[in-house]
């Protein structure tokens, strides 16, 4: 009997090796991973950059407390802002990341209310949950941190309905990818702005599943033209070593202060070394450009291929973020695909979720196009 909480739908198998865009289990079968370690490992298994670097620093020294400067944590800032107005925190987790945006928009504001979206997801420690959009998630966790409101997405007057003087802060996913791979249009992002902008209150944007190249931008509020207070991060940044981070306006730096927040791991050695690898792959040239070019090739293939399908509803999302909604039981599509050999995940409302390695090949797409397709039809038919 396992001596582990069951908080984990797990399957029966172990995930033994992984290289590339492949995964191996232990019973020696192979797999095309379309879920990247749930959007995690987007430079695939085994990057050779990010071993060697994380290799490096385990040569040199494994970790410092915040005590200390740290050339590391600042070589990393610096690739993930640009010349973009920002500093960087770092943390060791998305839902880390979404602890401090709250904590910084509550103190540099001096008010309490986070209004979020129905539907969104921002993670499971209090602070996060709580600002999560769907009931489920919270269910049985009470009481809640107080002063978080959910609003329909894509309703603009339900936002502006919402926001009052006590309101620090609106917190979006312009991609909500645990909701179901649904995009904001860009039309109420911008008056969601446009209001925080007339009101004070401070726009986040939750990038940790969206960010870092996933959908072709380094962060999709870019493709959204959007210019948030704060973004957070996690996810992809350290391809499979545990980092968050938080982007907050310079002119918020005076809330975060010595003392006022902190995190013992963050920003820790392996992971600054393992990020800074990251950063470097995915911000050579070109490489950004590929993955939207290879994202429109993969979902107009879907398309092209799936929506003949009854059971399929709709094909959406942006580079390598893809949903496909289904009308049949999703979770027994993806059992099939893994008996197929094909890696995809679940999401809300029907949806078949793909977050494949960026280093997605064309011939792998056809691949996974063809199997999808053929285990639709079948499963379709028995169906019947």
């Known amino acids: 009997m396992s001596k582990l909480f069951s908080n984990y739908a797990r399957q029966p198998k172990e995930m033994v090796e992984g290289e590339a865009n492949y995964l191996m289990d232990n ?28 290799e490096k620093q385990l040569n040199l020294l494994w970790h410092t407390p915040n005590l200390y400067e740290s050339a590391l944590q600042e070589r990393v800032a610096k690739k993930l802002i640009g010349d973009r107005d920002y500093l960087a925190f770092f943390c ?3 839902a880390e990341a979404n602890e401090a945006a709250i904590k910084l928009a509550r103190k540099a504001s001096g008010k ?44 603009i007057s339900a936002l502006k309905q919402a926001v009052d003087s006590n309101t620090a802060a609106v917190m979006i996913e312009v991609i909500q990818g645990e909701g179901g791979v649904l995009p904001l249009s860009k039309e109420w992002c911008a008056q969601a702005q446009a209001l925080c902008a007339q009101t004070g209150a401070l726009l986040i944007v939750d ?35 545990p980092v968050g981070a938080m982007l907050g306006k310079k002119a918020l730096a005076s809330s975060f202060g010595p003392g006022s927040h902190g995190s ?16 470097s792959e995915i911000q050579a040239t070109g ?8 994202g429109t090739y993969f979902k107009g293939n879907l398309e092209d291929k799936l929506l003949p399908l009854s059971q399929v509803l709709e094909v959406r999302g942006l580079g390598f973020m ?9 979770a027994d599509v993806v059992a099939k695909l893994a008996e197929h050999g094909v890696l995809a995940l679940t999401a809300k409302h029907q949806v078949l979720r793909l977050l494949p390695p960026l280093t997605l090949t064309y011939a792998e797409m056809d691949q996974a196009v063809n199997v999808i397709y053929q285990v639709l039809v079948k499963e379709a038919e028995e169906m019947e």
Do not use: C, W
């Open 322 to 330: 893809i949903g496909i909604e289904l009308t049949i039981p999703v």
């Open 264 to 279: 013992t791991f963050g920003g820790n050695k392996i992971a600054m070394a393992a990020a800074e690898a990251v950063l």
């Open 287 to 294: 490489f950004l450009e590929e993955v939207q070019t290879k």
């Open 92 to 94: 060791n987790s998305g």
């Open 112 to 155: 309490a209310k986070i209004i979020t979206l129905e539907n969104s997801f921002h993670g499971r420690t209090y602070g996060a949950m709580s600002a999560t959009g769907q009931s489920s998630i919270q269910a049985g966790f009470g009481p809640l941190v107080p002063e978080f409101e959910t609003v329909p997405a894509e309703d």
């Open 27 to 54: 019973h020696g079968k192979k797999y095309l991973d379309l879920t990247s370690g749930i959007g995690v490992m987007s430079l695939g298994y085994s990057n050779k950059a990010v071993k060697q670097a994380v």
């Open 207 to 241: 990038e940790i599943q969206s960010g870092i190249g996933r959908t072709g931008f380094l962060y999709a509020y870019e493709a959204y033209g959007l210019s948030p207070d704060i973004i957070t991060l996690a996810k992809a940044l350290g391809s499979g070593i």
